[in-house]
């Protein structure tokens, strides 16, 4: 991008989607009121630990009451259709154990369309992860999934809330080893801070929420029967927003607290330098995106059915790293730039990463607590070759 480091001409070109709904709009505003003072405390209260205090408590005991009310529904539902027999009453409660059933706590599933690795497949990989999640006083994960994404990140799932790594290659390839060290230690560093908006008891009340939300979402272009149906769902639906709204306000500073305190831990895993660089990384992760398409439109260009392109596949993930180490400083820095101009207009769940990278610069240097040699560096890119190829073709294919 062609910019001016003097006066900032055209270092954001783009603008970001301004957010929509007052739940959106309180959102991005807390965090902007949020993100400077919590830069500050969290750069100059020493070692960075987790904090359980007042608000996680009301917080809690919000989601309890918010799953509190789904179970009275579900009561409600059951006696309905058992004791209301000969009237109207069971129709009625065959809807609350439907709206029960579309409010349960929801346990996601391994995820079927993308490849998933066990403890068996990947052995010196897990081993990996052990050793980071060792180092930071929690365990590892039970399974991994790869995708072609610039990203990673942690879940559960399964009624035993398995734990599951999710390795983007988009973001996995373009790193150094110190850098992937630092991925796993800040992603398994969510487990280690007991973040609460992923938790079984508030995530689920914040999904029940939404799924109130969107089943009182008034009816656009109306009946004159749907109009009245919009009237009455005017209050409740603004209820539900407003507990919504107090949950997000009890929660967010605490989930951007511990965007800090995983890059705190991706520091000590894999050393400052490498989470700084790591950080500048994800700054340029655009470009990501940007080459997995024009490496697809190229093989969708070429004759159907030659070699060259049924083999297009290989040697992706050495193209994109080889295009990603040659982006310039120059642009690294207008990022960095973008990122401020933005602050958290573009999300409001994590500090801006110019922020996230200005906090681990300001404390002290860490070094390295896990390190890799090259035979075990081999032995760990020898366990994803599958997974590689795998990504690669469903990359290439347009998939």
Not at 43 to 49: F, M, Y
Not at 55 to 62: E, R
Not at 279 to 303: G, I, K, P, Y
């Amino acid at each position: 991008m062609t910019w001016c480091a003097a006066c900032d001409w055209n270092v954001d070109p783009g603008q970001p989607e301004a957010p929509t709904g007052r739940l959106e709009i309180l959102r991005h505003r807390l965090a902007r009121q949020h993100g400077e003072r919590l830069l500050a405390e969290v750069t100059t209260d020493g070692p960075l630990r987790p904090r359980r205090g007042a608000t996680d408590a009301l917080a809690l005991a919000l989601a309890l009451a918010v799953h509190g009310v789904t179970a009275a529904l579900l009561v409600a539902g059951l006696l309905l259709v058992t004791l209301g027999w000969g009237s109207a009453l069971p129709l009625l409660g065959v809807v609350c154990l439907v709206v029960t059933w579309a409010l349960r706590p929801r346990f996601a599933r391994l995820p079927g369309d993308e490849p998933v690795l066990r403890r068996a497949d990947a052995p010196e990989l897990f081993a990996l992860i052990d050793e980071i999640a060792g180092t930071m006083g929690t365990t590892g994960v039970h399974a991994v999934s790869v995708t072609d994404e610039c990203n990673a990140s942690v879940s559960t799932y399964g009624l035993r809330r398995r734990r599951l790594l999710s390795i983007g290659l988009g973001l996995w390839e373009t790193l150094t080893t110190e850098q992937r060290i630092a991925l796993l230690g800040h992603e398994l560093g969510h487990y280690a801070n007991g973040d609460t908006r992923r938790g079984l008891i508030i995530g689920n009340a914040i999904r029940s929420l939404d799924t109130w939300r969107y089943l009182l979402t008034p009816v656009e272009h109306p009946t004159p029967l749907e109009a009245v149906c919009n009237t009455l769902y005017l209050l409740p639906r603004s209820a539900v927003t407003g507990v919504l709204m107090v949950l997000d306000h009890l929660t967010l500073r605490a989930t951007q607290r511990g965007e800090y305190l995983a890059d705190s831990f991706a520091a000590r895993c894999g050393s400052t330098e490498a989470a700084v660089g790591l950080m500048d990384r994800l700054l340029v992760s655009e470009s990501v995106t940007a080459t997995l398409l024009r490496e697809s439109n190229t093989l969708r260009s070429r004759r159907t059915g030659s070699p060259a392109g049924r083999e297009a596949w290989d040697g992706l993930w050495e193209r994109l790293a080889a295009h990603m180490d040659s982006i310039p400083a120059s642009e690294h820095e207008r990022q960095r730039r973008r990122s401020a101009l933005r602050g958290h207009s573009v999300d409001s769940t994590h500090p801006p990463t110019h922020l996230r990278r200005a906090r681990l610069l300001a404390t002290a240097a860490l070094s390295a607590t896990v390190t890799v040699d090259a035979a075990r560096r081999t032995a760990v890119q020898a366990e994803l070759k599958g997974a590689r190829n795998t990504v690669a073709r469903r990359v290439m294919n347009g998939r």
